[in-house]
């Protein structure tokens, strides 16, 4: 059984920096690219960062040039770098692995951690 959790979530004022991580633990195979996404209340979830087993990097607009994605295959994970916050970026901010166990490879989620930016 695989489990994503994320950390580093909490209320900071605008302008101010947060760091999220996000370890990935079980029976993992091989980890594949991991993402954050994030939710904010009443709307959909929405692509944040990726980054590829080899360190590729891809980012939203909205957040290019503020937020670096970063990982630690040999602790199986991820981080997200947020600088320069703003209060449109508050939300839940959930990670995803697209891992294998062995078998095939699946989609894993982690729960959420909170991400409050206000004065």
């Known amino acids: 059984q695989v489990h994503l959790v994320e950390s580093g979530g909490g209320l900071v004022q605008p302008g101010g920096s947060l760091r999220l991580s996000c370890a990935a633990s079980g029976t993992i195979f091989k980890l594949g690219t991991m993402s954050w996404y994030r939710q904010a209340p009443g709307n959909q979830r929405h692509l944040v960062a990726t980054i590829t087993s080899g360190g590729n990097t891809n980012y939203a607009d909205s957040v290019k040039g503020r937020f670096t994605i970063s990982r630690d295959n040999a602790k199986n994970t991820v981080y997200l770098q947020m600088n320069s916050l703003k209060a449109e970026d508050t939300a839940v901010y959930h990670c995803?692995?697209?891992?294998?166990?062995?078998?095939?490879?699946?989609?894993?989620w982690g729960q959420g951690t909170q991400v409050t930016v206000s004065s």
């Open positions: 995803k692995a697209v891992l294998t166990t062995g078998t095939t490879w699946n989609d894993y």
